[in-house]
């Protein structure tokens, strides 16, 4: 059976926090973030399935850091698993300040996208094979989060 490996489609975003991105604080806005995400994993699962992919789920979102103004934020975006349809994607944004190359690790989360034929219906994914130890960890986990999704 065909497989594809997760560093063939993993995705990396960048962005700067710009004024219209912010709270009045400065401070990155969490649905700001959010849709970056969605936007990084969207290309992830498309990139994969050469299909048109959609969010069905996002899953243990965490702010772990606020962004500021200025600071640049890089999304990274790999496949965890594929199920039938739907396949889970893992994100992690980080952000550095201009003046100092050290990046800050600031969310992460897990998303479920599902690919969809010519005619808006799902229709099955290309499986993705883990290649190292910590794509394995991820794939082991997948399943019980999408259960956990499916429930919730
Ligand atoms: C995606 C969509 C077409 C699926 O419709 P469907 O095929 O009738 O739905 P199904 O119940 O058969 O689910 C399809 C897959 O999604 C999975 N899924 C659906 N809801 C889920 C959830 N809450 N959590 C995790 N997985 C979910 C199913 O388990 C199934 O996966 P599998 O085929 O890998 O086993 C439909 O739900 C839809 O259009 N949703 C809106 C998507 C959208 O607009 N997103 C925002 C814009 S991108």
């Known amino acids: 059976?065909?497989?594809?490996?997760?560093?063939?489609?993993?995705t990396i975003k960048t962005e700067i926090v710009c004024p219209n991105d912010t709270n009045p604080m400065g401070m990155l806005q969490g649905g700001r973030l959010v849709e970056w995400m969605d936007i990084a994993a969207a290309i992830c699962g498309q990139v994969h399935t050469c299909k048109i992919c959609v969010t069905v789920s996002m899953n243990n979102i965490i702010f772990l850091k606020a962004a500021k103004i200025g600071d640049i934020v890089t999304i990274n975006a790999s496949i965890t698993k594929v199920f039938n349809t739907?396949?889970?994607i893992f994100v992690e944004a980080y952000a550095r300040e201009v003046s100092n190359p050290k990046k800050s690790l600031i969310g992460r989360a897990y998303f479920?996208?599902?690919?969809?034929?010519?005619?808006g219906k799902s229709t099955p994914v290309i499986d993705v094979c883990?290649?190292?130890?910590?794509?394995?960890?991820l794939y082991a986990g997948a399943l019980i989060r999408k259960q956990m999704s499916r429930n919730s």
């Open 1 to 10: 059976m065909e497989t594809k490996a997760p560093s063939e489609s993993r």
């Open 86 to 88: 739907s396949m889970e």
């Open 112 to 119: 479920i996208f599902v690919a969809l034929d010519e005619n």
């Open 130 to 137: 883990p290649t190292n130890e910590s794509e394995q960890k």
